[in-house]
């Protein structure tokens, strides 16, 4: 495997190469993203093409690479800072470049590719962004853009602060653990707070495996001292003075960035035995998963640090009290950490006024599948998902209509459009007998077979299960078999019968999510498609 | 506060300079030792490097893996003795985690992303295509072991369906064709065994060439 770029900071450049040009025009800033979305669609040749466009042309450009602004669709999102105000143009590939600068796009002139000022973009001018407020704008590797945009206020914070009002604020802001349980954070962080240990650990899941989720990769890459500044005010907050970040295999790009950054945090200050000269210490690794979808599991994830087999614990003891090599452990997913800081900087109530009901804040969905404009919306709970859908999403990328949404990753139940006017909340989806999980939607159109979707469902969990315990191991394979045999159309009202006993197995027995949340888009798909499953009149007698 | 080593910067954007940047494979220092029967002394110095660590098997794993291709079998006992674990517990972890391989891989590492975001865009036709192509099964390799074939949960790329990645690169928004001129290249390569190149299997100039052309089916 090769090792990713790490694309320097420009501070470090800055910093040896001092700019003698300050008295003429300072060169127009141009930014090509560096986010793995944009770098697996060209983004690298793209600003190879511009630099060297500036070079035959002799303009002088300097080119920055940011995060993503979680316009997906748009990428490579080429934008330019005129007087300050930066202009969009996208999608643009290596060949889009020379005709770009004879547009005048240095100037944000006209073109076919041009979206006018990034900020008016509708699809982010409509969004509410906290947790990614920098995401896309900085450079995510550069310390002083971070700060200069309330980078490090919550941390200084945090550290005139005892443990108990730390938790106190996060408890009060409403925060519920974004990886799919949405546990409230302040509660677990209390539990670890009290446990009586010498050492205590703080565990980032950031083992991201949920199909149609992408949040975490992209504030990872865009964003990195956030979530240190997160996991350190949770060190702070307990009382741990070490921490690791558990990231998947399938994500390296994000791995050396957050390398990086822990390098430069630790080199200002920031990490390390004396933290920005208070006397308290806290320090991170990054430590790699090995592409096993189960270690998004806190449990498992816990068994793989220990470098085990990532098979789940039995509960209790909770991670709070026992967790990592035995010890109290705040394990909470990568938007939970990053969306702490700004709590801490802006005070609890800031972050709880945004939200509905029990669902407070933001949530940072994930539109994906066959929708024509995919991205990041970060918004306040309660936005519907047919806004979601259509107002963002844009309708479906093959433009033909679109007919089921999976919404929560691969253990998310498959919602119909007559459900699509929900609005996205963690009480409301799981009125529908679904879950909102980490925010991932997958869109699919009316081509789509829900039996090969829930078949799917099944055979997925029978590749991922760890093996602990029977109902997910051996349920998920009778699962597929009986999926075929409805299919196939034999004894279908029995074998529909059969597979909604297994689930019921499945749901009631299993010891984590993975077993006990298959069901929900295996029976989503029968009770809303069932026509898709063989004889419709027989689905609905069974 | 300690002063760790900065990552060196990096000059160019490309992905070339990725590639060239790669860390030396074999790790400099010799070993006080001699490695035990059948463990050489690659593995055996990154044995050494890691034992202390806590929960030191998986990074170790990732480091054998990464250096060597692989985890060679024979590696096992050196590495469960290290560590204080039985044989049986290291080999089921190599066996647990479906990064792990314990053989030598087909020179490049086609990884073709299965999950729903991908089905939802035509995943199941680009993953038959490259089956056809390839001329071999999931967990397969070409004939000529140019290019090995894996399944993957998930790239993270969900917006831009469908997605693979060659080698640990990711590309996304694939078509046949698209996927055809980053594989063209590396299956060209065996026909002519003096031009294989470790690393090669960076594809990202291919990217160069014209796409809205290819956009046409």
């Given at each position: 495997m090769n090792t990713p770029h790490v694309f320097p900071p420009r501070d470090a450049a800055n910093s040896t190469m001092p700019d003698l040009r300050v008295v003429s025009a300072p060169p127009i800033r141009v930014f090509v993203p560096r986010d793995t979305a944009a770098l697996a669609v060209g983004a690298d040749a793209v600003a190879q093409a511009i630099c060297d466009e500036a070079a035959a042309r002799g303009l002088s450009i300097d080119v920055v690479r940011n995060g993503s602004r979680g316009l997906l669709w748009l990428e490579t999102l080429v934008e330019v800072d005129r007087l300050g105000v930066r202009h969009a143009y996208g999608p643009v590939y290596p060949e889009d470049v020379g005709g770009l600068f004879d547009a005048g796009f240095l100037q944000g002139a006209a073109h076919a590719l041009a979206h006018g000022p990034t900020e008016a973009i509708p699809y982010l001018a409509r969004q509410q962004r906290f947790t990614f407020a920098r995401v896309g704008i900085t450079?995510?590797?550069s310390l002083d853009d971070y700060a200069a945009l309330d980078g490090f206020r919550g941390l200084r914070n945090a550290l005139m602060q005892s443990g108990e009002e730390i938790v106190a604020a996060v408890t009060e802001s409403g925060l519920r653990g974004r990886g799919g349980a949405a546990f409230p954070t302040g509660i677990k962080w209390k539990t670890v707070l009290q446990a009586p240990s010498d050492t205590k650990y703080i565990v980032c899941?950031?083992?991201?495996?949920?199909?149609?989720?992408f949040a975490d990769r992209m504030l990872m890459e865009g964003d990195p001292y956030v979530l240190i500044e997160g996991m350190t005010i949770a060190g702070l907050a307990v009382g741990a003075e070490y921490g690791y970040l558990y990231v998947r295999s399938e994500y390296p790009q994000a791995i050396a960035t957050l390398e990086a950054a822990i390098a430069l945090a630790r080199q200002a200050g920031y990490l390390g035995a004396d933290i920005l000269s208070s006397g308290r210490s806290f320090d991170l690794e990054v430590r790699k998963g090995a592409g096993s979808y189960v270690c998004g599991e806190e449990t498992a994830l816990l068994e793989s640090l220990e470098g085990k087999r990532g098979v789940v614990r039995a509960k209790p003891p909770l991670p709070a009290v026992a967790g990592l090599f035995g010890r109290p452990t705040v394990i909470n997913n990568v938007i939970t950490f990053a969306s702490v800081p700004i709590v801490l900087d802006r005070g609890a109530a800031f972050y709880r006024d945004a939200g509905m009901g029990r669902s407070r804040g933001t949530l940072p969905f994930q539109l994906a599948g066959n929708l024509k404009q995919g991205g990041l919306v970060e918004c306040a709970f309660g936005v519907t998902l047919h806004d979601l859908l259509?107002?963002?999403?844009?309708?479906s990328a093959s433009g033909r209509p679109l007919r089921a949404v999976q919404v929560g990753g691969p253990l998310g139940a498959y919602l119909p459009a007559a459900q699509w006017n929900v609005p996205m909340d963690y009480e409301s989806l799981a009125g529908l007998g679904g879950v909102l999980g980490h925010g991932g939607l997958v869109a699919f159109d009316d081509s789509v077979d829900m039996a090969k979707m829930a078949r799917y469902a099944m055979a997925f969990c029978a590749v991922e299960s760890c093996g602990k315990c029977t109902p997910c191991r051996i349920g998920s394979t009778r699962g597929v078999e009986v999926v075929d045999k409805i299919v196939a159309g034999q004894q279908r009202s029995r074998q529909i019968q059969l597979l909604r006993s297994l689930c019921d197995t499945m749901v009631n027995g299993s010891l984590c999510a993975m077993g006990s949340m298959t069901p929900y888009p295996v029976l989503s798909a029968l009770n809303h498609f069932p026509e898709d499953f063989g004889d419709a009149q027989h689905v609905q007698a069974a | 506060m300690r002063s760790d080593a900065m990552p060196d910067p990096v000059p160019a954007f490309t992905r070339a300079a990725t590639v060239a940047a790669k860390p030396p494979a074999k790790p400099a220092g010799k070993l006080a030792t001699t490695p035990p029967d059948g463990v050489d002394a690659c593995t055996a110095a990154l044995i050494a490097s890691h034992a202390?660590?806590?929960?030191?098997l998986l990074p170790l794993l990732h480091a054998i893996q990464d250096a060597l291709g692989f985890i060679a079998p024979e590696s096992v006992g050196a590495i469960a003795q290290a560590l204080n674990l039985s044989r049986a517990e290291v080999h089921g972890v190599i066996t647990y985690y479906p990064h792990f391989r314990t053989a030598v891989p087909a020179r490049h590492t086609l990884e073709v992303c299965r999950a729903e975001s991908c089905q939802a865009m035509g995943g199941d036709a680009l993953a038959d295509h490259i089956r056809q192509r390839l001329g071999c099964e999931f967990h397969g390799a070409h004939a000529t072991r140019a290019v090995g074939l894996e399944a993957v949960y998930c790239l993270g790329l969900c917006a831009q369906s469908p997605a693979i990645a060659i080698d640990g690169i990711a590309h996304a928004r694939m078509t046949p064709a698209r996927i055809d001129r980053l594989l063209d290249p590396l299956l060209a390569e065996s026909k002519d065994a003096s031009s294989i190149v470790q690393g090669s299997g960076d594809a990202g100039h291919l990217l160069q060439a014209s796409h809205r052309e290819q956009e046409a089916p």
């Open positions: 450079d995510p590797l899941n950031a083992d991201e495996g949920d199909s149609g989720t259509y107002e963002f999403g844009g309708g | 202390a660590r806590p929960g030191a």
